[in-house]
């Protein structure tokens, strides 16, 4: 075994116009992640007889000062991984016109899931400021769905924990069942959604005992009623029978408030 160094120990190749590693991937673990695939990079190129020559010559100069070729650099600035601290604009046919963000980073540990949420605040603070001049503050959603051999109460507490000191500010959360192979159909009936059923249960009670409240009873919005009548009722979040469904719920909202931002976070299962 062995202790990678910390990409944050390396300088940089001067020639390669870059003064400080950046990466291509947001987050602070990201750093970690970084790291590694530094020493696998340095390891394979070392093993491997049909490596490049340009990487088999910069190990030199990374071993010996910790200086990283350009094209080390380049590699990590260009990394891109959908679905990992992804940004995507809600634009094009039937989007939102840019009023509508979708944040999305797969998580499937209360470790990444924490990751994840701190880069959501992260992500969403240079947004606003970035906006400074919009008529009001964005509204914040959470889009999840997690396989039904995680734990539930472990992947949402983290984010229980950030909405309680109000870091996230979410002003609703979306249950919602996958559209794909592995999971359900697009339309799903009442059977479908008793795993999402269960993830609302879990959070609101999260939400009930970090606030310290009686469990609320609010009636049932409009739009949760027209879309099933067993969901349970709820202020603060939705079961929603279909992905399709979820989007174009959160699309009518954007197009109902021309002037209100929407920012949500779609994390846990993916698929």
Same mark, same amino acid.
């Given at each position: ?11 940089? &190749? ?15 673990? $990201? ?9 696998? =990079? ?24 910790? !200086? ?10 260009? =990394? ?5 601290? $992804?940004?995507?604009? &809600? ?24 990751? =994840?949420?701190?880069?959501? !605040? ?8 970035? &906006? ?13 769905? =997690? ?105 009518? +909202?954007? $197009? &109902? ?5 929407? +920012?949500?976070? !779609? ?5």
């Amino acid at each position: 075994l062995e202790v990678v160094t910390p990409i944050t120990e390396y300088s940089t &190749d001067p020639a390669s116009g870059l003064q400080t590693v950046e990466l291509g991937l947001a987050g602070e673990h $990201q750093k970690l992640n970084a790291a590694l695939a530094v020493k696998l =990079c340095r390891v394979w190129a070392q093993r491997e007889p049909s490596a490049p020559e340009a990487m088999k010559r910069a190990e030199g100069a990374i071993a010996e000062s910790k !200086v990283l070729p350009a094209l080390y650099l380049q590699g990590l600035k260009k =990394c891109r991984w959908p679905g990992r601290a $992804q940004v995507l604009p &809600d634009v094009g046919e039937g989007g939102s016109g840019g009023r509508l963000t979708f944040y999305l980073d797969g998580a499937h540990t209360d470790d990444s899931v924490q990751s =994840c949420a701190t880069w959501f !605040v992260e992500a969403t603070r240079r947004a606003d400021e970035a &906006d400074s001049l919009a008529a009001a503050p964005a509204q914040r959603y959470l889009f999840f769905n =997690c396989m039904e051999d995680r734990d539930p109460h472990r992947l949402l507490q983290p984010l229980a924990n950030l909405q309680r000191e109000r870091s996230l500010n979410l002003t609703h959360a979306l249950f919602v069942p996958p559209d794909s192979g592995m999971g359900l159909k697009p339309a799903a009936g009442e059977k479908e959604i008793r795993w999402q059923q269960n993830l609302q249960r879990t959070w609101e009670s999260m939400l009930q005992a970090n606030s310290g409240e009686r469990k609320r009873k609010a009636e049932a919005s409009t739009d949760s009623e027209s879309l099933s009548t067993s969901v349970p009722a709820s202020s603060t979040s939705t079961v929603m029978p279909s992905l399709g469904a979820a989007i174009g719920w959160l699309r009518q +909202q954007a $197009q &109902d408030n021309p002037k209100q931002r929407m +920012q949500v976070l !779609v994390t846990g299962s993916l698929y």
